[in-house]
């Protein structure tokens, strides 16, 4: 098992910057990626960032490429997302996530959400 917490989420206007952590626990040894996805209400789950965790190789949405960074802290078991120049259309609940599955933005485990709101 693994499990996620997620941080850093907020309030910003459009064109601000928010990076998001995830802190992961258990079973971590094993997760061949780890990667963040977001809902927003009435809206199908979107796949944001994909980082490899033996490679280190990252993989991202057209929506976010350029403006988004996906990393990862080994030794802290920590991910991150930076996000800059962020636009309304930013606006959802953002998802760590750890494991993929077949096919972009699946994953088996995941944390429970944090919030990221962009004013236009």
């Known amino acids: 098992q693994v499990q996620l917490v997620e941080s850093g989420g907020g309030s910003v206007q459009a064109g601000g910057s928010l990076r998001l952590s995830c802190a992961a626990s258990?079973?971590?040894?094993?997760?061949?990626?780890m990667g963040w996805f977001r809902q927003a209400p009435g809206k199908e789950r979107e796949g944001v960032a994909t980082?490899?965790?033996?490679?280190?190789?990252?993989a991202y949405a057209d929506s976010v490429k350029g403006r988004f960074t996906i990393s990862q802290d080994n030794a802290k078991n920590t991910l991150y997302v930076q996000m800059n120049s962020l636009r309304p259309e930013d606006t959802a609940m953002y998802y760590c996530?750890?494991?993929?599955?077949?096919?972009?933005?699946?994953?088996?485990?995941r944390g429970q959400g944090t919030q990221v709101t962009v004013s236009s």
């Open positions: 996530a750890a494991d993929c599955l077949g096919g972009w933005g699946n994953f088996h485990y």
């Open positions: 980082i490899y965790t033996r490679t280190g190789n990252t």
């Open positions: 258990g079973n971590t040894y094993s997760l061949n990626c």
